[in-house]
């Protein structure tokens, strides 16, 4: 193992130094001496790849870039949880963007972008592997016990492979170690014939083209999934006919990364100091530019026949409403929502099992309201909501002056009664933890619902809808945004096929008239949810839905934050709500 160790470090040294012909001798010398231990097999194939793509010899960088993602997604499973989270994982985003890179060098886009679905299931894989997730209860005890045996056993073996010494010892027990992991991935199988979603959280499940392009309902609709190399901005659009990337020119990460930070730290002054001014501007001025240098080339790659569009971002592009972004035509604006009809996805492979979950019903209602009884506006938004329903439960505080008691809504109780019910509604408290994404909780009657029970505990196999009317339910954390891990996507592995979320801290009563009219377009109209959420957002561009032609209508809020922001109503400047502001925050995830 030293020597092993010694060669991978000499041969990193020597390519470092573009001294290509020692590194390639060294490589094979490390791979040898170090195959019992992961993190030597995994780090000597990457090199061998990136020394031969700096080669420009793109099939032997496929083939040795290919198999040091095998060693790294095959091992994730059955690895004890402090090799999970130790270095061995370190860096590890470099091989998918060295094999992307590589497949787009031999035009095999198809293939590229399989592995930029990858390298997204991968880092989920990696934060969940301290939850230690247990299959649910629809699986059989037999199953379950069967799963947990292999992967002690398998922890096991690899260990004892790495302290074995001589050409016998080692022969033997990668022999068992093949057998168990034979039977490890037949469990699996098993298992997720009984719970779908299970095995996306202990392994990756790679997702072909065609797969992906079988999600696509019709020929009008373009799947645009992007990816960031450490010098590139790529672009993937994937139709029923085909499968086309671009790579963005005169826009890269670096500039993406100003226009964030810019975003962000403006964002950060107006949740403190409510200058709302300052945020205005600054969401016009970088939704313009976000369009003019990057979205703009996007759209050249889109055929003319496409109406709708599922937009899958990567890293910084999860913080911005990218349906908002505009361009100037004869002194208006034109926001790309007015010519697409646009949802969201974490990724491809999330974005099929949603799929697969089926039609489902929508007359049962679960609602939080105002839980901890310091939001009033809440408690009136989720009386106006109910009022849509026949059969529904109803958890925290009513409104004021209703001769009627919910019940607390507990952790355990919001974890036990929403697998019952269709349509599920928070209107409560939200917090995301930007050091611990899985402390990212819902605030609720007796303390918090965090993202790590979510995904631990929460099972909703009959809902059709998720909506987590807290503020930023849709953020998620910079740092690991190539997956997206935040509170809507854990609603979204519990089971949801849809969830409607928030990028921002919303105002009140644009919101609440927001809310009213997506539930009108969703349960009266019959709209999908990302028709219904288009539409009213639409109305709200029109100029068609005010401040003033709301009065005398029924008030009811949606106001679920610390950080909320309260509207001036009596400035004439804010009597509309026709900026980006007021309705660009919401998105639909998911199934459209």
Same mark, same amino acid.
């Given at each position: 193992v030293n020597v092993a160790g010694c060669d991978l470090n000499l041969a990193i040294v020597y *390519?470092? #130094?573009?001294?290509?012909? *020692?590194?390639?001798a060294l490589y094979p010398q490390a791979l040898r001496a170090g195959a019992p231990i992961p993190e030597i097999v995994w780090k000597s194939r990457y090199g061998l790849g990136r020394v031969y793509q700096g080669q420009n010899r793109p099939r032997a960088a496929y083939r040795h870039l290919g198999r040091a993602i095998q060693t790294l997604e095959t091992l994730r499973g059955a690895l004890p949880q402090e090799q999970v989270l130790s270095p061995f994982f370190e860096d590890k985003i470099g091989v998918y963007r060295e094999m992307v890179a590589t497949c787009l060098a031999f035009q095999r886009t198809d293939r590229a972008l399989e592995y930029v679905e990858r390298s997204k299931s991968r880092n989920l894989l990696e934060l969940l592997a301290r939850q230690d997730l247990r299959p649910q209860e629809t699986v059989p005890q037999g199953l379950v016990d069967a799963y947990s045996r292999l992967r002690l056993e398998l922890r096991g073996l690899r260990y004892r492979l790495t302290q074995e010494q001589g050409a016998e010892a080692p022969a033997q027990t990668k022999a068992e170690i093949e057998k168990a992991e034979a039977e490890y991935d037949r469990t699996l199988k098993e298992i997720r014939a009984h719970d779908g979603d299970f095995t996306a959280t202990v392994r990756v499940e790679p997702i072909s083209l065609k797969q992906i392009q079988e999600l696509l309902p019709d020929e009008e609709t373009a799947l645009v999934e992007f990816f960031l190399t450490g010098e590139q901005i790529l672009a993937f659009v994937v139709t029923q006919g085909g499968i086309s990337h671009q790579v963005i020119e005169g826009f890269t990460p670096q500039d993406l990364a100003d226009q964030w930070r810019k975003w962000f730290e403006e964002y950060q002054r107006f949740r403190a100091y409510h200058d709302r001014r300052a945020w205005f501007q600054t969401l016009d001025a970088v939704l313009k530019e976000l369009y003019e240098r990057m979205f703009a080339q996007v759209r050249e790659a889109l055929p003319a026949s496409i109406r709708k569009l599922v937009l899958i971002p990567y890293q910084y592009l999860h913080f911005f409403p990218l349906h908002a972004l505009y361009r100037e035509e004869n002194g208006q604006r034109r926001y790309l929502l007015e010519d697409y009809d646009i949802s969201y996805a974490p990724s491809a492979s999330v974005l099929k099992r949603c799929q697969e979950r089926g039609k489902r019903g929508k007359e049962k209602l679960f609602a939080v309201s105002d839980p901890d009884g310091s939001l009033e506006d809440s408690r009136e938004e989720v009386e106006a909501i109910q009022a849509w329903f026949e059969e529904k439960l109803i958890l925290g505080n009513p409104p004021k002056g209703k001769e009627v008691a919910y019940a607390p809504a507990t952790v355990e109780r919001c974890l036990e009664e929403p697998p019952a019910y269709h349509v599920i509604?928070?209107?409560?408290? /939200? %917090?995301? @933890?930007?050091? @611990? &994404? #899985?402390r990212s909780h819902l605030q609720l009657s007796d303390g918090e619902l965090t993202l790590g029970e979510i995904f631990a505990r929460l099972h909703i196999p009959r809902s059709c809808l998720v909506v987590l009317s807290a503020c930023e339910t849709g953020i998620? *954390?910079?740092?690991?945004? @190539? *997956?997206?891990? /935040?509170?809507? /996507? /854990?609603?979204?592995?519990?089971?949801? &096929?849809?969830? %409607?979320?928030?990028?921002?801290?919303?105002? @009140?009563?644009?919101?609440?008239l927001l809310m009213q009219q997506v539930y009108d377009h969703f349960l009266n109209q019959g709209k999908s949810v990302v028709q219904a959420l288009n539409e009213v957002q639409r109305a709200f561009i029109r100029g068609e839905i005010t401040w003033a032609s709301a009065q005398g209508q029924e008030k009811f809020g949606l106001m679920a934050s610390p950080h909320s922001v309260p509207e001036e109503r009596d400035e004439k400047a804010l009597e509309d709500y026709r900026h980006p502001y007021y309705w660009a925050a919401f998105t639909v995830s998911g199934v459209g």
């Open positions: *390519e470092q #130094l573009n001294r290509f012909q *020692e590194a390639l509604h928070f209107a409560c408290h /939200g %917090l995301y @933890d930007f050091s @611990d &994404p #899985l998620t *954390e910079l740092s690991r945004a @190539d *997956e997206w891990v /935040g509170l809507a /996507g /854990g609603f979204l592995h519990a089971g949801a &096929p849809t969830v %409607l979320s928030s990028l921002w801290a919303v105002a @009140d009563h644009s919101t609440s």
